[in-house]
């Protein structure tokens, strides 16, 4: 069962050039964070260290030179298995969610490779889900085309069927190595789990023994309906994009996304909601806007005012890129969201006088995750604030450059949550499904066997 009492969820996540697409170009930051053993082995050992429920391991099956002015992190990306066993091996507490593209995978080699995973790190992995949006990934592996989000979902629900039934393949017990006797393993303690769908025909059992957690938790992403109902289903951690809708926004979704969980038959605690968002933070207010007016300068996007336009409603035809927001009549007269985004620029550069180009760097990215921009105190308001609005269980760190970003929110930010009482100041458990007050299930080969009998 879920604890008791309710605490804030942090986990950090791993983009080796900076989350931002000019985090790489700062004089402090790395170029070489994607084959970086010291990075990898540096942010988890801080991110443990901060106590973070879990060091989150995305991936992308598809990389394109031609985007790395948007994602570089996508051009060049780290297996996502392979990087979990190394972070397994460099950490002792903190759980690892390792990424897992199903479209181009196979249920039983899943299985098998976090199952070891979970073992190896003693009970601390836990499973993404997704499906994938790049069409090129088809040409990668063999495909005439990328399915349509439908039958991506369709095979996936399918997809983790099997693999949750693999893991109960082996019962708890059913490797005795009695030595006397010179039995190895139970034999009516594992078994062949027959699975005969649409998309999969797996008969087991697999060859690894039931993982430490008994069910491996699951995390997916994605914004469609189909996702959604895939993670009401299946999913213990949500990790969604709702950062971006306003606290209000936020609040709605994270109440329908509970209402689903309830609708699939279980208990809407047991999922957790954890939206992605970006922190920029320094010792001070000042040096964190800075930092992040320095970031959004030495981006190389082309501004392209018709975005603004369309985005917000104004008429900038003529306008030089280099004008004041607070200069163009057409400002003065906007509302609701369009109004808000106009807000959160200022706000993130920390000065109610920017320019266009300013406006539009910050309004290009609204699509991702909000980004929030502030000395300790204020980041710990805002993460806070939005926990107890339930309009969230917890957040996913994204850091803007690479190195430099953990180090900040470790040392200012987390003493902030853990003095306000909201954030744990040690681990109490040593799995993934200890860190979310998460019970071990009760294997399904059991559960059967009790029930007949």
Not at 393 to 410: N, S, T
Request: zero cysteines; hydrophobic letters at 40%.
């Amino acid at each position: 069962m879920s604890k008791a009492i309710r605490e804030l969820h942090l986990g950090w996540t791993i983009w080796p050039s900076g989350f931002h697409p000019a985090g790489w170009r700062l004089d402090k930051a790395l170029t070489d964070g994607n084959v970086s053993r010291e990075l990898f082995k540096r942010t988890a050992q801080l991110a443990e260290e901060g106590k973070f429920d879990f060091y989150f391991i995305g991936d992308q099956v598809v990389g394109l030179p031609e985007w790395q002015y948007e994602r570089p992190n996508q051009v060049l990306r780290p297996e996502a298995i392979s990087l979990a066993g190394f972070v397994a091996g460099v950490t002792e507490k903190i759980g690892i969610v390792a990424t897992v593209n199903v479209t181009y995978s196979e249920p039983y080699s899943v299985a098998r490779a976090t199952a070891t995973l979970d073992h190896l790190s003693n009970g601390r992995i836990g499973w993404n889900i997704v499906t994938g949006e790049a069409e090129a990934a088809a040409q990668n592996y063999g495909r005439k085309e990328h399915w349509d989000n439908n039958q991506r979902y369709e095979w996936a629900g399918e997809f983790v069927q099997v693999v949750k039934s693999l893991w109960d393949s082996w019962e708890d017990d059913a490797r005795v190595a009695d030595k006397a006797k010179g039995q190895f393993i139970d034999e009516s303690l594992v078994h062949r789990i027959s699975h005969h769908g649409k998309f999969f025909n797996v008969e087991g059992p697999l060859n690894a023994q039931r993982p430490v957690q008994g069910q491996i938790p699951i995390v997916n992403a994605g914004r469609s309906d189909r996702s959604v109902e895939l993670g009401a289903e299946y999913s213990d951690i949500k990790f969604t994009n709702s950062s971006t809708l306003g606290l209000e926004g936020a609040k709605a979704y994270y109440a329908d996304l509970k209402a689903r969980v309830a609708r699939a038959g279980r208990d809407p605690d047991e999922q957790f909601i954890i939206p992605g968002i970006v922190v920029y933070t320094g010792d001070t207010g000042e040096e964190a806007h800075a930092l992040y007016r320095e970031i959004q300068g030495l981006w190389t996007i082309p501004i392209d005012l018709s975005e603004l336009e369309n985005g917000l409603g104004v008429d900038l035809g003529g306008r030089d890129v280099s004008e004041r927001v607070n200069d163009i009549p057409a400002f003065a007269a906007l509302e609701g969201r369009a109004l808000e985004f106009v807000q959160i620029a200022k706000e993130q550069y920390g000065s109610d006088d920017i320019t266009l180009t300013d406006l539009f760097r910050s309004f290009h990215r609204r699509g991702g995750f909000a980004e929030i921009v502030g000395g300790p105190k204020k980041i710990a308001d805002v993460l806070q604030h939005w926990w107890e609005e339930r309009a969230v269980d917890g957040f996913m760190i994204f850091p803007p450059y690479q190195i430099g970003a953990l180090e900040d929110f470790v040392r200012l930010v987390i003493p902030e949550l853990q003095a306000r009482g909201i954030y744990r100041k040690d681990y109490t458990g040593s799995t993934l499904r200890d860190h979310f007050g998460l019970s071990r299930p009760e294997n399904s080969f059991t559960q059967h066997k009790l029930a007949a009998e």
